[in-house]
């Protein structure tokens, strides 16, 4: 341990200061688009099996809709623009622009160098839940993916339907390419549906229990023409544990929803204007 200074409490006292103020980003137009999902049908339905992922895509202005059923469960989401995949979901900077779970009017941002909103959230059935006595909340942007190295160097275990494996073979099935070719392209995911955060005391990441009931849905809006893949957590509700075949899982479903017409005022994000020769 080392020595602490003399004013160390002065300085732990000093004030917290909000990084990114939500009120400096660029606001969605949330009316305009509850205003379009009102209007919008379905025009695709893909149910993800237990312990598997599916991939699905979604048009540029239209909608899609992750939905419990069956039983509480947790989603981990990857999102790629559907024309560049190098142009994917930050988990980190989402979390450092919205905080560590996100909500209704909250954005899901694309890598550097791009850094545009792929996706709002229009609509959260969890919204009540806010955020628990012990700091925990739902959907997070703090954990990655269950993964099998991982799962390795815990316990030396081979599993396979761990989540980065599950996303890599439903991306690899999707592109026609070799698993090996798919992996790189998995990234950080949205947990959707799942409650965590980390413990006051001692800052570990934690989970509990999923509030997800059978019904409850989680809207997006699409800003850009995306290609998403879905994992069903081996966790289940990841209530207890990940990475086995131990706990109970549910299917969850993704809907594609097409309004009648594109929400009013809406276009389609543009890439950051950054000109991106820094500083040379
Ligand atoms: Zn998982």
């Not at 025009?43 to 599916?54: L, M, N, Q, T, V």
Request: charge should be negative.
């Amino acid at each position: 341990m080392t020595q602490e200074p003399q004013d160390a409490e002065t300085r732990r006292a000093a004030a917290p200061v909000i990084c990114y103020p939500p009120e400096t980003l660029p606001a969605p137009p949330l009316a305009a688009f509850e205003a379009a999902l009102v209007t919008a049908t379905r025009s695709d339905e893909i149910i993800i099996p237990p312990r598997e992922a599916r991939t699905f895509r979604v048009p540029a202005g239209s909608f899609f809709r992750i939905v419990s059923v069956e039983g509480p469960q947790v989603g981990d989401l990857n999102l790629w623009n559907a024309d560049d995949l190098s142009e994917r979901f930050y988990s980190g900077k989402t979390r450092a622009l919205h905080g560590t779970h996100v909500t209704t009017g909250e954005r899901l941002w694309s890598s550097f160098p791009h850094l545009r909103p792929m996706a709002t959230i229009v609509r959260d059935d969890l919204g009540w839940y806010g955020i628990d006595a012990d700091g925990g909340s739902v959907h997070d942007v703090i954990g990655t993916r269950c993964d099998p190295y991982t799962a390795n160097v815990l316990s030396g275990a081979q599993y396979h339907h761990c989540c980065h494996s599950n996303l890599t073979r439903a991306l690899a099935d999707e592109l026609g390419c070799t698993l090996r070719a798919a992996e790189p392209h998995v990234h950080d995911v949205l947990n959707v549906f799942m409650c965590t955060g980390f413990t006051r005391d001692t800052g570990q990441y934690f989970m509990k229990a999923s509030p997800v009931r059978p019904g409850d849905a989680l809207t997006f809006f699409a800003e850009i023409e995306l290609l998403g893949a879905l994992s069903a957590c081996p966790g289940g509700d990841c209530g207890a544990e990940h990475s086995s075949d131990e706990a109970a899982c549910f299917p969850l479903r993704v809907e594609v929803l097409i309004p009648a017409a594109q929400p009013e005022g809406w276009q389609p994000p543009a890439r950051s204007g950054y000109d991106g020769t820094h500083g040379r």
